[in-house]
């Protein structure tokens, strides 16, 4: 399950005011799941009045004040803010911190970075398609199957495409940019759960607080950073411009390309989803897939 496209900046995005105390360190548990964060985390306490602005996951809290902490804002964070600048200030912080953490992600649980990315992308940006393209990767996830059933598989023009080798390291600056889209989701604070939602927020949450955990283990001066991914000169995209299919597209039985367009349309498709042009005609509408030994007679 996606995220809704761009219904993803919803108006209520965490607020955090500049005045706050501490108070003493809580744990954090989740159930149903087996996971314990056995670390104790600093919350941001705010006044009864205020509790409407605070965001529903106390992880990201704690993970946006641990950033505050260790000086990732160049500002204080305002009591109240638009969405857009809500976005960006916490993106710059969240990705600088994941890359200056690039140690930490082999220590992330495989499992719940599975459990986030196997449903398919948070939205259609370029940045978080290619970023869970590479988790998906790192954890073995067939790419033809995670688009097969993504519902934005419609409307992606990387659907079914695959990274090149030398662009398919994942990274922690790949899962916190996940994770970053999903907590600011409107459906996270307007409490709406499409179907396998609750399972991408709870694996989510425990690698915020995985995050919150390392971020305060010391980084290794021997590892070297990693070279940083040379921009490539333009995006492969599925709206073809050339004659020939693109070598890393997969094309399942029944895809088809648009004659008007060159849009790779699904088999289901009957018409193109791009120049709405009507689809190849077919002899049957209930197509048989052939299997292993099945065979057509001459005759």
């Not at 600088?96 to 599975?114: C, G, P, Y």
């Not at 600011?184 to 709406?192: A, F, H, N």
């Not at 921009?231 to 997969?250: F, I, Y």
Request: with cysteine.
């Amino acid at each position: 399950m996606a995220a809704s496209r761009f219904s993803l900046f919803g108006t209520s995005v965490l607020r955090l005011r500049t005045n706050v105390s501490p108070i003493p360190a809580i744990r954090l548990s989740f159930s149903p799941s087996r996971f314990t964060c056995s670390a104790a985390v600093d919350t941001v306490t705010a006044d009864s009045t205020d509790s409407h602005h605070r965001h529903p996951w106390p992880e990201w809290v704690t993970f946006i004040d641990r950033l505050k902490t260790k000086g990732y804002f160049s500002e204080a964070l305002p009591a109240s803010a638009d969405y857009d600048t809500d976005m960006n200030l916490f993106k710059d912080a969240c990705l600088t911190f994941a890359r200056d953490r690039f140690d930490v992600f082999k220590s992330l649980s495989r499992k719940d970075i599975q459990t986030v990315v196997e449903g398919g992308c948070p939205n259609l940006f370029r940045k978080a398609v290619n970023s869970a393209k590479r988790l998906r990767a790192f954890v073995r996830l067939d790419e033809g199957d995670v688009c097969s059933a993504c519902n934005l598989r419609g409307s992606c023009d990387k659907a079914y495409v695959l990274l090149k080798e030398s662009e398919a390291a994942a990274r922690t600056v790949d899962i916190v940019r996940i994770l970053l889209f999903y907590a600011l989701d409107s459906l996270v604070t307007s409490g709406e759960k499409p179907p396998g939602r609750e399972l991408v927020e709870v694996s989510a949450r425990k690698l915020l607080s995985e995050l919150i955990e390392l971020s305060d283990t010391p980084l290794d001066p021997a590892l070297a950073k990693p070279a940083a991914i040379p921009p490539r000169r333009k995006e492969q995209q599925m709206n073809l411009t050339d004659d020939e299919m693109p070598q890393n597209v997969q094309m399942k039985k029944g895809d088809w390309i648009c004659p008007n367009c060159n849009f790779l349309n699904f088999a289901r498709n009957t018409h193109c989803m791009k120049c709405s042009e009507d689809g190849p005609k077919r002899d049957s509408l209930n197509v048989v897939e052939m299997k292993k030994g099945d065979w057509t007679c001459p005759e």
